[in-house]
């Protein structure tokens, strides 16, 4: 069989195959072989095998707390209701971020945390909602799995501004809850350890 009765042989495959349904997935490479004498070879395509799926990434998340010299140092504040010492659900995060903080930190045998207000109200009354609110992270930190030897909550209230009480910006930077390292297992006073 010639070349050209091949081609018209062929055709007449499909044709049948179209006509009465049936499916027919054989193609003719574009690479045809020669086998003997006048005899075109057919080959197959096979599908391309499905290449594997990338490993996924690992994207460590950023934590809202790091050690920073002699402090854990967070990157937003902890907020309260309203004149209460209950922490909003917002800040969860940010006081579970801290507990990985001393989890990682072993090193860290004793931190204080440290409530702050404003100078608006009594300064009597301020200084028992600092020491609540101090109590309540403490407590959280608690629950989160932090050992309480390590934790100590002291409410300074007005005491020890870092803004200026006569300006509402000044008022805002003084309520805050700050976490200051006492002792580190270096022995050294709030200091961070020696490399190795």
């Known amino acids: 069989m010639r070349v050209n009765d ?17 499916s027919f ?10 086998t003997g ?9 096979q599908p391309p095998k499905p290449k594997p799926a990338p490993a996924p990434i690992k994207i460590k998340p950023v934590l809202k707390a790091k050690v920073v010299g002699k402090k854990i140092e ?3 504040k902890v907020m309260f209701e309203f004149d209460k010492a209950i922490i909003k659900i917002d800040s969860h995060g ?3 971020d801290v507990a990985k903080v001393l989890e990682e930190h072993g090193d860290i045998d004793k931190i204080r945390i ?3 207000t404003d100078s608006e109200g009594k300064n009597s009354y301020n200084k028992k909602l600092s020491q609540k609110r101090a109590d309540a992270v403490k407590a959280f930190l608690v629950q989160a799995g932090i050992d309480e030897s390590r934790l100590e909550a002291v409410g300074y209230g007005e005491e020890r501004p870092v803004g200026d009480n006569a300006t509402d910006d000044g008022r805002e930077k003084n309520r805050r809850v700050e976490f200051n390292i006492l002792k580190r297992k270096s022995g050294s006073e709030g200091e961070e ?3 190795k």
């Open 114 to 116: 440290e409530g702050h």
């Open 25 to 34: 997935s054989v193609s003719v490479s574009t690479k045809q072989v020669l």
């Open 6 to 22: 091949f081609a018209v042989w062929l055709g007449a495959v499909f044709l049948g195959a179209v006509l009465f349904g049936c």
């Open 193 to 195: 350890p020696e490399p």
């Open 74 to 76: 967070i990157s937003e």
């Open 37 to 45: 004498k006048d005899k075109i070879a057919i080959e197959a395509k």
């Open 94 to 96: 940010l006081l579970g």
